[in-house]
């Protein structure tokens, strides 16, 4: 037996290392890309890690333009792990608290192989400062500015229309200012994917999740989760393969743990409330009674394999009313927001729940799933919240270890 333990702690220990030698020592920058209709797109900075810490990705190394942000900075945008397309910093503008980078965004189907390039630090950087994220030697696909190196003199005068196609072969090695840009390690290429995702700045109002999928094509906005990091591994899907009957098997059981947090928040609320006097009621027997059931809108269900090892995780988010009888306010909603587990058995285990609603934003925020994402470069998935509350909108990333959330990053709210 103590055999037995030896090796389970050597194997566990040699797999650790074997995580951590595969796991991205970064900077890895994490941003969310507004992508609209006519193919114009900005991005917006969340958080940035370095050995092992995330940084606000605004405020990190601004002088003034955040390290996000500076000019050449590529970013692969991904949805549930798969990639979408490249998006390429051209320039930083900073609106009140808060910075945003434009640029130039290139659908997967439309991107060429580049040559990944490994990427060091300066020998004149501090040793004991965190490096800078960087770009591969290659130029975009097509770059914002083509005709910013001119072709060599002698073939302009011979040849003046082959001079603006041989200029971006003709470069020697890249402008000094081009090394400080991060490099992107990319795998093949998916199709993009049609599917409506609404602006962060609008909260989800009305319909569910399945009443989406015929308006994609005349979606305003699309928010994309962006990842850029020089040495990351090979971007991973999230998503959960899941059966039409399965998929509603999970939602009844996932539904029933949220209408039973529904209810525990409208009797604490009650309890908060002082009742107005009502004369003695007689009663000749006790009945049981069946718990008023909460109404939902707005339901989304999305279930991910965030280590694909085909272990399901569910993130459910809704609204929810009480029936008027069982809430003293009737105008209430409640904002829901549940991450479960399930095991080999099918049985959910709880992890997380934040029950908010229109009253209390002020001291509880309601949470807005984003997508699962890569955010510290270890070949897992963790979830991105974005929090709404009265001071504003905050983005958080949750690590799921077992039946627990534990917080890799908590943003400051701006905007309020």
Same mark, same amino acid.
């Given at each position: 037996?103590?055999?037995?333990?030896? %090796?389970? !702690?050597?194997?566990?220990?040699?797999? =650790?290392?074997?995580?951590?030698?595969?796991?991205?020592?970064?900077?890895? +920058?994490v941003g969310l890309l507004e992508l609209s209709p006519n193919g114009k797109a900005r991005l917006m900075p969340v958080t940035i890690m370095y050995d092992g810490k995330f940084y606000d990705a605004s405020a990190y190394k601004a002088s003034p333009v955040p390290m996000a942000l500076e000019s050449g900075t590529v970013y692969e945008g991904v949805r549930t792990g798969v990639p979408l397309g490249l998006f390429t910093v051209t320039s930083a503008l900073q609106?009140?608290?808060?910075?945003?980078?434009?640029?130039?965004?290139?659908? +997967?189907?439309?991107?060429?192989?580049?040559?990944?390039?490994? %990427?060091?630090?300066?020998?004149?950087?501090?040793?004991?400062?965190?490096?800078?994220?960087?770009?591969?030697?290659?130029?975009?696909?097509?770059?914002?500015?083509?005709?910013?190196?001119? +072709?060599?003199?002698?073939?302009?005068?011979?040849? $003046?229309? =082959?001079?603006?196609?041989?200029?971006?072969?003709?470069?020697?090695?890249?402008? $000094?200012?081009?090394?400080?840009?991060?490099?992107?390690?990319?795998?093949? !290429?998916?199709?993009?994917?049609?599917?409506?995702?609404?602006?962060?700045?609008?909260?989800?109002?009305?319909?569910?999740?399945?009443?989406?999928?015929?308006?994609?094509?005349?979606?305003?906005?699309?928010?994309?989760?962006?990842?850029?990091?020089?040495?990351?591994?090979?971007?991973?899907?999230?998503?959960?393969?899941?059966?039409?009957?399965?998929?509603? &098997?999970?939602?009844?059981?996932?539904?029933?743990?949220?209408?039973?947090?529904v209810n525990a928040r409208a009797k604490a609320l009650a309890a908060e409330t002082i009742p107005a006097e009502e004369p003695a009621r007689k009663t000749t027997r006790k009945q049981p009674v069946k718990p008023p059931q909460p109404a939902f809108d707005n339901v /989304?269900?999305?279930?991910?394999?965030?280590?694909?090892?085909?272990?399901? &995780?569910?993130?459910?988010?809704?609204?929810?009313?009480?029936? !008027?009888?069982?809430?003293?306010?009737?105008?209430?909603?409640?904002?829901?927001?549940? %991450?479960?587990?399930?095991?080999?058995?099918?049985?959910?285990?709880?992890?997380?729940?934040?029950?908010?609603?229109?009253?209390?934003?002020?001291?509880?925020?309601?949470?807005?799933? &984003?997508?699962? %994402?890569?955010?510290?470069?270890?070949?897992?998935?963790?979830?991105?919240?974005? !929090?709404?509350?009265?001071?504003?909108?905050?983005?958080?990333?949750?690590?799921?270890?077992? /039946?627990?959330?534990?917080?890799?990053?908590?943003?400051?709210?701006?905007?309020?």
């Open positions: 037996m103590a055999l037995a333990v030896l %090796v389970g !702690q050597t194997g566990s220990a040699q797999y =650790a290392r074997r995580e951590t030698a595969r796991a991205s020592k970064g900077p890895r +920058a609106a009140k608290d808060s910075w945003l980078g434009a640029g130039h965004w290139e659908p +997967a189907e439309s991107v060429k192989p580049k040559k990944k390039v490994a %990427v060091t630090k300066p020998p004149d950087e501090d040793a004991d400062a965190p490096p800078v994220l960087r770009r591969s030697g290659s130029a975009p696909a097509k770059p914002p500015e083509p005709a910013a190196t001119p +072709a060599p003199a002698p073939k302009a005068e011979s040849a $003046p229309a =082959a001079a603006p196609v041989a200029a971006p072969p003709a470069q020697p090695a890249p402008v $000094p200012e081009d090394n400080d840009h991060p490099a992107l390690k990319r795998g093949q !290429q998916a199709p993009f994917e049609e599917k409506q995702v609404k602006s962060a700045a609008t909260p989800k109002e009305g319909g569910n999740s399945s009443a989406a999928a015929p308006a994609a094509k005349n979606a305003t906005l699309q928010i994309i989760p962006a990842i850029s990091d020089a040495h990351g591994p090979e971007p991973l899907p999230f998503k959960y393969q899941v059966k039409p009957d399965e998929e509603a &098997v999970f939602r009844k059981k996932v539904l029933a743990i949220a209408s039973d947090e /989304d269900l999305r279930i991910f394999d965030l280590t694909n090892a085909n272990e399901p &995780v569910l993130v459910l988010t809704a609204t929810a009313r009480m029936p !008027q009888t069982a809430d003293t306010s009737s105008g209430r909603r409640y904002f829901v927001t549940l %991450v479960a587990r399930s095991d080999i058995y099918g049985d959910l285990h709880k992890a997380f729940v934040n029950i908010s609603d229109t009253e209390h934003l002020d001291i509880l925020p309601r949470m807005e799933l &984003v997508d699962a %994402v890569d955010a510290d470069g270890d070949g897992r998935g963790e979830l991105l919240f974005r !929090q709404i509350s009265d001071a504003g909108n905050a983005y958080v990333i949750y690590r799921v270890i077992g /039946d627990t959330l534990y917080a890799l990053y908590q943003g400051t709210p701006t905007g309020g």
